[in-house]
């Protein structure tokens, strides 16, 4: 009740809504895990716990890199395929013996580069982002089959497992990881020209153009970052599964994408936060875990999924109408 | 007893924090032709949405056509035979003339197939019957804007309107064009229908309008028959300001050169273009739409491709081939668009203060937000924006504040050659007189500006010097002291006169 008495004092329209959006998602979170802690045994017990982090943190990297695409007005289908791919290039490279960091690096770079290439299709071959990175999706994951032979990657060092099996002060390390670029990512759209230019591609091209924004670089740099991350998200899966595993980020897309709207990102460019996008992941992440828990058939589970999203979306459109 | 087709009585209506409308009146009988005038934010939009159903009023009461109404919906608007005709034309463009009339009710043949052969006779007929030389079979994004507003005039007559609203309906039209529209309008007018027009155009209201309706800070100021009034009360009405006072600046026009064309041509579009613009000087640029001028900024700026010519910007031959070039050399536009070529709608005034400089701001890749912030703070400041905070989203604000949030932006951008393309269109005469102030501001600070419009009036008051564009040829060059409307408006529809010895450098 008070905090619908404050957004109607001021007739300052963004704040106050920001501050809605990711005050109600704070407020789910926190009654879903009440709500499972008290209904199940498992939930609250460390090893879960970490268990969840782990998988919230690869998670939750592609949606931070999604949240920057999206909010250039963007989408990008083919991060799943370069979570996979970066997962199978870091295995193998390692296996043939490179040490870890250079492995990683390269890793890094290609996977970059898969990103500025979606750029390239969408700024200078004017392809819509959505059948630019479906098709760049597709040849991907094709890439990922032939240099895999799609097989398993097996046998890795153990220092590169440690990476995300270990902890820090109790925690697990990944989830600190996730940490330092959640506040790289909040740094850079709130501090930076590159974020400022992010929103406004997302709001109206034509007024960037004349505005002196470079298009081109902003879109490269764009889709290069969202890769940049899905290559980071590739690498750790692949030293927490301990294998490079060719099917390995399918379907992270569609999570990244979902995590980002139910944290108040708009489809249509200029709207959305990377906070937002945080506890949009958690909450996803934190339902998939739940349900497991609670015993829920995993197919019912997937459908329960689709509706929140769809459902989170419409109540976010239906409070933003009724504000106005 | 009853020939009035609407009335509303004590309408109120308020927002939170906001009160938009107190007791206003608006009668408008069958058959008569009402101007709603009013600066921006003097509420003539709320109350037109209060008729078109998209807000629901708070206090005050309807009757339509003899009866009490409550206006719950657009659908019910539309229903009892309201029709609004806006400047953004709501048809859909990439469907035939013919279908649009019938949007959502397609006349069927059999329970699963259109009757088109009905679809586009019925189309025809009421094409012919408006005089306007249209096929049907047209995709409506092929005609021109103003051949669409007709079609959106047409729809709204075939769907058996009782009362029309014309939102700034000439805003994006060529003279001519008005005609048309003006003629249109004497018909639904003497076919009894009852016409709301809303408009910034002094001149129209005058030709057209048989009553006014004066609304100021959403409060009714009175209600005359055109001919009890003149421009000069009605101003004054509107805003407590006479209209000779508007266009008196000082002019401060400086003999060094800034921004030179030389035979400047993109290929198709427009040539030949050939003009100095001075230091401290307002070099007027007038033209009828689709002349070119808005294309011969648009290159100016390195949006358009220019084909032949060259360009010297102080003194010195560049070669601008993007925005970016233009910026650069301190050139910013204005442009003719602003809401979607000029502003960033959904983000802050903050944010779009800064939009082209967010580079010179930042020291190693980080923004500075005190620099922003001060910005910000100090263009609302200078241009008197009316906006409930820096962080408000742009979108909300009035067309006359987020043309000043556009100068703004360019003023950031310390640009010394500013392009105004129809600076004023959609402003109302508060803001506009402001515009002209600002103008006088910038050419004494040593800004040059070129200053493009469609209102003869306007460009002849502001003006050092006016170049008058034909057909993408450059007609000629008036001075401000030998500029008539008659001498303009000739060379404007291509008749070159070169034994007038006003008119120079015809090309």
């Given at each position: 009740?008070?905090?619908?008495?404050?957004?109607?004092?001021?007739?300052?329209?963004?704040?106050?809504?920001?501050?809605?959006?990711?005050?109600?998602?704070?407020?789910?979170?926190?009654?879903?895990?009440?709500?499972?802690?008290?209904?199940?045994?498992?939930?609250?017990?460390?090893?879960?716990?970490?268990?969840?982090?782990?998988?919230?943190?690869?998670?939750?990297?592609?949606?931070?890199?999604?949240?920057?695409?999206?909010?250039?007005?963007?989408?990008?289908?083919?991060?799943?395929?370069?979570?996979?791919?970066?997962?199978?290039?870091?295995?193998?490279?390692?296996?043939?013996?490179?040490?870890?960091?250079?492995?990683?690096?390269?890793?890094?770079?290609?996977?970059?580069?898969?990103g500025v290439i979606n750029g390239f299709m969408i700024y200078d071959g004017r392809i819509p982002p959505f059948?630019?990175?479906?098709?760049?999706?597709?040849?991907?994951?094709?890439?990922?089959?032939?240099?895999?032979?799609?097989?398993?990657?097996?046998?890795?060092?153990?220092?590169?497992?440690?990476?995300?099996?270990?902890?820090?002060?109790?925690?697990?390390?990944?989830?600190?990881?996730?940490?330092?670029?959640?506040?790289?990512?909040?740094?850079?759209?709130?501090?930076?020209?590159?974020?400022?230019?992010?929103?406004?591609?997302?709001?109206?091209?034509?007024?960037?153009?004349?505005?002196?924004?470079?298009?081109?670089?902003?879109?490269?740099?764009?889709?290069?970052?969202?890769?940049?991350?899905?290559?980071?998200?590739?690498?750790?899966?692949?030293?927490?599964?301990?294998?490079?595993?060719?099917?390995?980020?399918?379907?992270?897309?569609?999570?990244?994408?979902?995590?980002?709207?139910?944290?108040?990102?708009?489809?249509?460019?200029?709207?959305?936060?990377?906070?937002?996008?945080?506890?949009?992941?958690?909450?996803?992440?934190?339902?998939?875990?739940?349900?497991?828990?609670?015993?829920?058939?995993?197919?019912?589970?997937?459908?329960?999924?689709?509706?929140?999203?769809?459902?989170?979306?419409?109540?976010?459109?239906?409070?933003?109408?009724?504000?106005? | 007893?009853?020939?009035?087709?609407?009335?509303?009585?004590?309408?109120?209506?308020?927002?939170?924090?906001?009160?938009?409308?107190?007791?206003?009146?608006?009668?408008?009988?069958?058959?008569?032709?009402?101007?709603?005038?009013?600066?921006?934010?003097?509420?003539?939009?709320?109350?037109?949405?209060?008729?078109?159903?998209?807000?629901?009023?708070?206090?005050?009461?309807?009757?339509?056509?003899?009866?009490?109404?409550?206006?719950?919906?657009?659908?019910?608007?539309?229903?009892?035979?309201?029709?609004?005709?806006?400047?953004?034309?709501?048809?859909?463009?990439?469907?035939?003339?013919?279908?649009?009339?019938?949007?959502?009710?397609?006349?069927?043949?059999?329970?699963?197939?259109?009757?088109?052969?009905?679809?586009?006779?019925?189309?025809?007929?009421?094409?012919?019957?408006?005089?306007?030389?249209?096929?049907?079979?047209?995709?409506?994004?092929?005609?021109?804007?103003?051949?669409?507003?007709?079609?959106?005039?047409?729809?709204?007559?075939?769907?058996?309107?009782?009362?029309?609203?014309?939102?700034?309906?000439?805003?994006?039209?060529?003279?001519?064009?008005?005609?048309?529209?003006?003629?249109?309008?004497?018909?639904?007018?003497?076919?009894?229908?009852?016409?709301?027009?809303?408009?910034?155009?002094?001149?129209?209201?005058?030709?057209?309008?048989?009553?006014?309706?004066?609304?100021?800070?959403?409060?009714?100021?009175?209600?005359?028959?055109?001919?009890?009034?003149?421009?000069?009360?009605?101003?004054?009405?509107?805003?407590?300001?006479?209209?000779?006072?508007?266009?008196?600046?000082?002019?401060?026009?400086?003999?060094?050169?800034?921004?030179?064309?030389?035979?400047?041509?993109?290929?198709?579009?427009?040539?030949?273009?050939?003009?100095?613009?001075?230091?401290?000087?307002?070099?007027?640029?007038?033209?009828?739409?689709?002349?070119?001028?808005?294309?011969?900024?648009?290159?100016?700026?390195?949006?358009?491709?220019?084909?032949?010519?060259?360009?010297?910007?102080?003194?010195?031959?560049?070669?601008?081939?993007?925005?970016?070039?233009?910026?650069?050399?301190?050139?910013?536009?204005?442009?003719?668009?602003?809401?979607?070529?000029?502003?960033?709608?959904?983000?802050?005034?903050?944010?779009?203060?800064?939009?082209?400089?967010?580079?010179?701001?930042?020291?190693?890749?980080?923004?500075?937000?005190?620099?922003?912030?001060?910005?910000?703070?100090?263009?609302?400041?200078?241009?008197?924006?009316?906006?409930?905070?820096?962080?408000?989203?742009?979108?909300?604000?009035?067309?006359?504040?987020?043309?000043?949030?556009?100068?703004?932006?360019?003023?950031?951008?310390?640009?010394?050659?500013?392009?105004?393309?129809?600076?004023?269109?959609?402003?109302?005469?508060?803001?506009?007189?402001?515009?002209?102030?600002?103008?006088?501001?910038?050419?004494?600070?040593?800004?040059?500006?070129?200053?493009?419009?469609?209102?003869?009036?306007?460009?002849?008051?502001?003006?050092?010097?006016?170049?008058?564009?034909?057909?993408?040829?450059?007609?000629?060059?008036?001075?401000?002291?030998?500029?008539?409307?008659?001498?303009?408006?000739?060379?404007?529809?291509?008749?070159?006169?070169?034994?007038?010895?006003?008119?120079?450098?015809?090309?």
């Amino acid at each position: 009740m008070s905090a619908k008495a404050s957004v109607e004092k001021g007739s300052n329209t963004r704040k106050p809504l920001k501050l809605k959006t990711e005050g109600t998602l704070v407020l789910i979170m926190l009654v879903l895990v009440v709500f499972l802690s008290f209904a199940t045994k498992g939930f609250m017990t460390g090893n879960n716990l970490s268990n969840l982090v782990r998988q919230t943190s690869i998670n939750g990297i592609v949606a931070l890199g999604m949240t920057f695409v999206i909010i250039a007005g963007g989408i990008d289908l083919s991060v799943g395929s370069v979570v996979g791919f970066a997962g199978i290039m870091v295995a193998l490279l390692l296996k043939g013996g490179m040490g870890i960091a250079p492995a990683v690096l390269l890793t890094l770079v290609a996977s970059t580069i898969f990103g500025v290439i979606n750029g390239f299709m969408i700024y200078d071959g004017r392809i819509p982002p959505f059948i630019a990175t479906l098709g760049s999706m597709t040849i991907i994951r094709g890439a990922i089959m032939l240099i895999s032979g799609a097989r398993m990657v097996a046998g890795l060092p153990k220092s590169f497992l440690d990476i995300a099996q270990g902890t820090v002060i109790g925690l697990p390390a990944l989830f600190f990881v996730w940490l330092v670029l959640i506040l790289v990512a909040w740094f850079i759209t709130n501090h930076t020209p590159f974020g400022r230019n992010t929103y406004t591609l997302g709001s109206n091209i034509e007024v960037a153009r004349l505005s002196g924004i470079n298009i081109r670089v902003n879109t490269y740099a764009i889709f290069g970052f969202g890769a940049l991350m899905a290559g980071i998200a590739g690498i750790l899966m692949t030293s927490r599964l301990a294998n490079g595993i060719p099917t390995g980020g399918q379907g992270y897309e569609m999570d990244a994408i979902a995590s980002c709207v139910i944290g108040g990102a708009s489809l249509s460019g200029a709207e959305g936060t990377i906070f937002g996008t945080v506890l949009g992941a958690i909450i996803m992440a934190t339902l998939r875990n739940g349900g497991n828990l609670l015993g829920i058939d995993p197919f019912i589970l997937q459908i329960v999924n689709g509706v929140i999203i769809v459902a989170a979306v419409f109540l976010d459109q239906y409070r933003k109408a009724h504000q106005k | 007893m009853n020939d009035y087709i609407v009335e509303m009585k004590n309408i109120s209506k308020a927002f939170p924090g906001v009160r938009a409308l107190s007791d206003v009146n608006l009668n408008v009988k069958k058959g008569e032709v009402h101007a709603l005038v009013g600066e921006n934010g003097a509420g003539k939009s709320t109350l037109i949405k209060i008729l078109t159903g998209a807000y629901q009023k708070d206090g005050g009461t309807i009757v339509f056509d003899g009866k009490p109404v409550d206006i719950k919906s657009p659908h019910y608007s539309k229903k009892i035979g309201i029709q609004a005709v806006y400047q953004d034309i709501t048809l859909a463009a990439h469907l035939s003339v013919g279908e649009n009339f019938f949007l959502g009710n397609l006349p069927m043949r059999t329970p699963l197939t259109v009757d088109w052969k009905k679809v586009h006779s019925t189309a025809s007929e009421l094409l012919a019957s408006l005089d306007l030389r249209i096929d049907s079979r047209t995709l409506l994004k092929d005609l021109p804007v103003a051949k669409q507003e007709m079609v959106a005039i047409a729809k709204a007559m075939y769907e058996k309107s009782k009362l029309m609203i014309f939102d700034e309906p000439t805003a994006l039209l060529a003279n001519e064009e008005c005609e048309e529209l003006y003629k249109i309008i004497g018909k639904l007018k003497s076919d009894g229908i009852g016409i709301i027009y809303i408009s910034h155009r002094m001149e129209e209201i005058f030709r057209i309008c048989d009553t006014v309706t004066i609304l100021k800070d959403g409060r009714y100021v009175s209600t005359l028959p055109i001919g009890e009034t003149d421009e000069n009360k009605l101003i004054s009405l509107m805003v407590g300001r006479k209209i000779e006072e508007m266009y008196s600046i000082e002019h401060h026009p400086m003999p060094e050169v800034v921004l030179s064309a030389k035979k400047l041509s993109s290929k198709g579009i427009f040539e030949g273009i050939d003009f100095d613009l001075h230091r401290g000087e307002i070099l007027g640029m007038f033209g009828l739409v689709g002349s070119g001028r808005t294309d011969i900024v648009s290159a100016i700026f390195g949006a358009t491709e220019i084909t032949g010519g060259e360009i010297e910007v102080f003194g010195k031959k560049e070669r601008i081939r993007k925005p970016r070039d233009a910026i650069r050399l301190g050139i910013g536009l204005l442009p003719e668009n602003r809401r979607t070529q000029g502003l960033a709608l959904p983000l802050s005034v903050k944010i779009n203060t800064n939009l082209a400089i967010y580079k010179t701001i930042s020291k190693f890749g980080l923004i500075n937000h005190k620099a922003e912030k001060s910005n910000a703070d100090r263009y609302v400041r200078e241009m008197a924006t009316k906006t409930p905070s820096i962080e408000t989203a742009v979108r909300t604000l009035s067309g006359g504040n987020q043309q000043k949030v556009v100068i703004g932006k360019w003023l950031a951008c310390k640009s010394k050659i500013m392009i105004f393309d129809e600076p004023t269109v959609g402003v109302d005469v508060g803001s506009k007189s402001e515009i002209y102030k600002l103008l006088e501001k910038l050419t004494k600070n040593g800004n040059s500006i070129i200053f493009i419009s469609s209102y003869l009036p306007e460009v002849i008051g502001v003006s050092d010097r006016i170049i008058v564009i034909s057909e993408g040829r450059q007609m000629g060059i008036v001075d401000r002291d030998k500029a008539t409307e008659e001498r303009i408006l000739k060379l404007a529809s291509g008749i070159a006169d070169c034994s007038d010895e006003a008119i120079r450098e015809v090309v």
